[in-house]
């Protein structure tokens, strides 16, 4: 399955999640590099977890980063394509304290 060009959640083995748009994925390395990166380091239970981020996005009370130009990150354990919804919600530059 490809992912290139979509804009997407990640998650990896060391629990990190983030979002960004998919510009290589290789899935027998089990890394993925990502234009515009962003991380997020909180989201509230309304979310309903990190399939939630895919499907909304973050809502009021996440905490997310400002993007990256280019990162790459390895452990890939979960990729999700996001919504429209989900990538408006992402590139909000949400960071609620």
């Known amino acids: 399955m490809s992912f290139l060009g979509e804009k997407v959640v990640v998650t990896t083995a060391h629990r990190g999640v983030f979002f960004g748009e998919v510009l290589e994925y290789d899935t027998a390395a089990k890394t993925i590099t990502l ?3 962003r991380v997020i380091v909180y989201w509230p239970a309304e979310v ?3 399939i939630g981020l895919a ?6 009370g996440s905490r997310v980063s400002p ?16 919504t429209p919804e989900a990538i ?9 304290n």
């Open 88 to 96: 408006k919600s992402w590139e909000s530059d949400l960071w609620e």
């Open 35 to 37: 234009k515009d990166s």
């Open 55 to 60: 499907y909304t996005g973050p809502l009021t």
């Open 48 to 50: 309903r977890g990190f």
């Open 67 to 82: 993007p990256a130009p280019k990162a790459q990150y390895t452990d890939v354990t979960g990729l999700l394509a996001c």
